[in-house]
């Protein structure tokens, strides 16, 4: 028992001689001022990683603005050639829906233009006729004569119905280049050079487009 009692008394001082010289469980061992020594170099070591940030910031900026401004710059210029591409698409569309009106419109202009003819003879028939034969004692000359006029009247309202208009000027009428076309030009005392002196044939336009201007002489100066 005794030698027992001594051999455990050994080993305590042996164990607490060695927890004393190795330092692992010391608190004044080298070993936790390592780990002390270790965070703090890492703490050191992050201040020029900053620092290097830091002096690359304004570069970034930098070519963040240029960026920044490109875009803008390629933004502006596809929103211009989206507006652009976006009015011709509304002229492109209004100009066919012109067409597509127009076509409606004038899509008689031809054969308007035959019967155009049929007018000219209808109005000469009436002109010819003596006004002085027209009466009660010569009845077939006065029911043929009353039958042509009411003829083209008739055919003048369906014209007028359909659009289509004379276009009957008169003698003292200022020279519409659109409306009359100058076969001659004539001198006429008293009138005004550039006014109308004569009339050849009426003329018809077709809503607000001359098919047939009237045939005029000018008077000229």
């Known amino acids: 028992m005794a030698a027992t009692g001594m051999c455990s008394s050994i080993s305590r001082r042996i164990f607490s001689s060695l927890r004393t010289s190795n330092g692992m469980f010391s608190s004044k061992n080298r070993l936790y001022p390592r780990f002390m020594s270790t965070t703090a170099t890492?703490?050191?070591?992050?201040?020029?990683?900053?620092?290097?940030?830091?002096?690359?910031?304004?570069?970034?900026?930098?070519?963040?603005?240029?960026?920044?401004?490109?875009?803008?710059?390629?933004?502006?210029?596809?929103?211009?050639k989206y507006k652009r591409a976006l009015a011709e698409t509304e002229n492109v569309r209004n100009r066919m829906q012109k067409q597509i009106n127009d076509a409606k419109i004038y899509s008689i202009q031809g054969f308007c233009k035959d019967l155009l003819d049929v007018a000219d003879v209808l109005n000469k028939a009436g002109e010819v006729?003596?006004?002085?034969?027209?009466?009660?004692?010569?009845?077939?000359?006065?029911?043929?004569?009353?039958?042509?006029i009411l003829t083209e009247k008739e055919m003048l309202t369906v014209f007028r119905r359909h659009g289509l208009e004379q276009i009957a000027p008169k003698e003292g009428d200022k020279f519409d280049p659109f409306l009359h076309d100058a076969q001659f030009q004539i001198p006429v005392p008293n009138m005004e050079p550039g006014t109308i002196g004569a009339i050849m044939k009426i003329g018809y336009k077709l809503h607000d487009r001359t098919i047939r201007p009237a045939l005029v002489g000018v008077v000229k100066e």
Not at 53 to 69: F, K, R, V, Y
């Open 129 to 148: 006729v003596p006004k002085d034969e027209i009466h009660n004692e010569n009845p077939h000359l006065k029911n043929l004569y009353e039958g042509v």
């Open 42 to 80: 890492d703490s050191e070591s992050k201040p020029p990683e900053v620092a290097e940030t830091t002096e690359s910031n304004p570069q970034e900026h930098s070519a963040l603005l240029e960026a920044n401004a490109k875009l803008e710059k390629d933004f502006k210029e596809l929103e211009d």
